[in-house]
């Protein structure tokens, strides 16, 4: 079908700014001169995918060499995606509107693990074999990468190669091994054997799982010559890393609608539901004034006005305040705004608050997790309710009448009374603000709280701890909205039921692939829109597959049971995360990186934190 065509029936969907293309900033290369094509694919909607840092960093470093073309491939909106079926239009990308049949390598990001029947969907819409096994030759190699990499085994039937870690080097490692092996012939099954020896590239078919009678994972094994474990990849040097001059910039408004600047990876502090301050340890930050060039380059070249500062913890970079005073200096010139999305209750200042209200007045989040301090003790937040009391405190005297509170409900040893914590936290914080002296006259004060459900994550010491089932967690909610006693807290809470499914793909082995088939064929996409979420064809996928989901978030798991990710090396040791597992039924907490090395095992790449002197 001509691309005019294509054209013609954008016109009959929503939004035709998800599928038209051509913004500023996207790349269009003459594809007879180009050696590789490859298709970057985000498994939902071009607003969140446009949202996506990670995206945008590999598809300008991609296309930034001559010889590769890279291209934006999104989930279409079932309003579109009927329109594709009926007029037989095989998914495109969108500089180029090429099938995805036209390009050598399919990548996937896997930020969230109910995207993962987006994935198949998306290769469905192509009319390209959905199980690895079943594409033969190098063409349409299809490849993953992003957090739920680390545990890739539910996608393994369908993922000929995973990339685990960063994917500023290995990416293009990868790509180079293709691009010789395609142009000498070599098979498919030869090409993989190679590239499984690239560090951080993971070839599931190259391992056999052998399970016990128990459906506990008797042994990982890998064959013809693929690695024991295979090791994930960092960027040592952010500061000589890739990073984008520009960003495309979207027609229509996305998620987050704003520039972004990298300021560090990793996370110092150690909390013990987080997957991410594992998985991307260690800690590396950019230098201020690398900071400062990059943001100031991106502002100018996208004319955007607003420009966030990304990381995991903003407040816990060491230069933060003086990178701000920099900023302002071109920011306030300009009437570009600085957010920070990331900011710890434990180091907000009076002077940090200042900075912010300079640049952009915008609500205050923070994340105290838990009610009670011995909650907050086991997960490690290492905060106090002193600290978070002064932290409103110092933001109400700064003008400030709301304040939003995430926490998390069904961890670890949670208690009724850790639940009620949440809720008379909120009520201590609105007496605070109307027992000021100085409070603002005429204005009310308002405490959101937003609580969602605990899910136990590979890397992390609560990969072996069971998940509240739905009816304790719907209970826990219940008594949750019971304890609110003014119209002050505004209460909100995730849906529970995507959370238990989402706990079964986040601890899952490889035999949840057909599980995810199942539900595929039975319509399920776009899972976690609450529109689109069906339960109850679900858990019919899972009868028909013959698997028991509660056997994956329902149950203790043994220290020694071999996990579907054993084989995954991440730098954070099983013998840390024991530890970490066994401090947390103690209530015991561990220092922070820049404290004290806890001997996570990340400091065996000597870069970031763990080579600072303490």
Not at 134 to 142: C, D, I, P, S
Request: charged content about 30%; overall charge negative; proline content about 4%.
């Amino acid at each position: 079908m001509t691309e005019e065509k294509i054209e013609q029936l954008l016109l009959t969907c929503q939004k035709p700014g998800r599928y038209a293309g051509n913004e500023q900033g996207s790349v269009i290369k003459d594809k007879s001169k180009v050696d590789v094509r490859f298709a970057f694919c985000f498994p939902d909607t071009y607003e969140v995918g446009m949202s996506h840092l990670g995206m945008k960093i590999l598809y300008s470093q991609f296309n930034s060499r001559e010889d590769i073309w890279c291209e934006r491939v999104f989930a279409p909106w079932v309003d579109f995606e009927e329109v594709m079926r009926e007029n037989n239009i095989p998914l495109f990308a969108l500089e180029s509107h090429d099938p995805l049949t036209e390009f050598d390598i399919i990548g996937f990001t896997l930020q969230y693990e109910l995207c993962y029947t987006n994935v198949l969907n998306m290769l469905d819409l192509s009319g390209i074999p959905l199980r690895s096994g079943e594409r033969k030759g190098l063409k349409n190699l299809v490849v993953a990468g992003g957090p739920c990499a680390c545990n890739p085994e539910p996608l393994a039937d369908f993922v000929d190669i995973f990339f685990l870690g960063e994917g500023e080097e290995v990416d293009l490692e990868l790509i180079d091994l293709y691009r010789e092996c395609r142009d000498n012939g070599t098979s498919k099954e030869e090409f993989l054997k190679r590239a499984a020896k690239i560090e951080g590239v993971y070839v599931p078919s190259l391992y056999n799982v052998e399970y016990n009678d128990d459906n506990i994972i008797k042994a990982i094994l890998p064959k013809n010559g693929a690695p024991s474990t295979v090791k994930k990849r960092i960027i040592k040097d952010l500061d000589n890393c890739f990073y984008p001059e520009t960003f495309v910039t979207p027609f229509i408004e996305i998620i987050h609608d704003r520039a972004v600047q990298e300021v560090f990876r990793g996370c110092i502090r150690g909390c013990r539901f987080c997957q991410a301050g594992f998985i991307y340890r260690p800690v590396r930050e950019k230098s201020a004034k690398t900071v400062n060039r990059q943001a100031k380059c991106l502002c100018e070249n996208t004319g955007y006005e607003e420009i966030s500062l990304s990381s995991l913890s903003t407040s816990d970079y060491t230069e933060l305040e003086s990178l701000l005073s920099e900023m302002l200096q071109w920011s306030d010139r300009q009437k570009v705004s600085i957010s920070l999305p990331s900011l710890r209750v434990d180091n907000f200042s009076p002077e940090l608050l200042e900075k912010i209200k300079k640049v952009k007045k915008s609500g205050l989040t923070f994340a105290p997790e838990a009610g009670t301090q011995r909650l907050r003790d086991v997960i490690n937040k290492n905060v106090t309710e002193e600290e978070i009391m002064r932290t409103c405190l110092t933001a109400f005297k700064g003008g400030y009448t709301s304040v939003k509170l995430y926490f998390m409900l069904g961890l670890p040893t949670e208690t009724d009374e850790d639940l009620i914590g949440i809720t008379a936290l909120g009520q201590k914080i609105v007496n605070m603000f109307y027992d000021m002296p100085e409070k603002p006259k005429g204005k009310s004060v308002n405490v959101s709280i937003s609580v969602s459900t605990f899910v136990p994550k590979p890397f992390t010491p609560f990969q072996y701890e069971p998940q509240d089932d739905l009816a304790e967690v719907e209970r826990k909610q219940k008594l949750l909205v019971e304890s609110v006693t003014t119209k002050k807290i505004s209460l909100s809470w995730h849906d529970s039921k995507t959370s238990i499914l989402e706990g079964v793909f986040a601890r899952g082995d490889r035999r949840l692939g057909q599980v995810i088939y199942e539900a595929h064929k039975l319509g399920c996409k776009f899972d976690g829109w609450g529109e689109m979420f069906d339960y109850e064809k679900w858990l019919k996928a899972f009868e028909i597959a013959g698997v028991n989901p509660e056997f994956y978030n329902h149950r203790q798991r043994d220290f020694a049971e071999i996990l579907p990710w054993s084989h995954l090396d991440y730098l954070v040791s099983e013998k840390f995360l024991q530890e970490e597992n066994r401090l947390a039924h103690a209530a015991a907490t561990t220092e922070n990186c820049r404290e004290k090395c806890s001997n996570c095992g990340a400091a065996c790449m000597k870069v970031g934190v763990c080579v600072e002197k303490r």
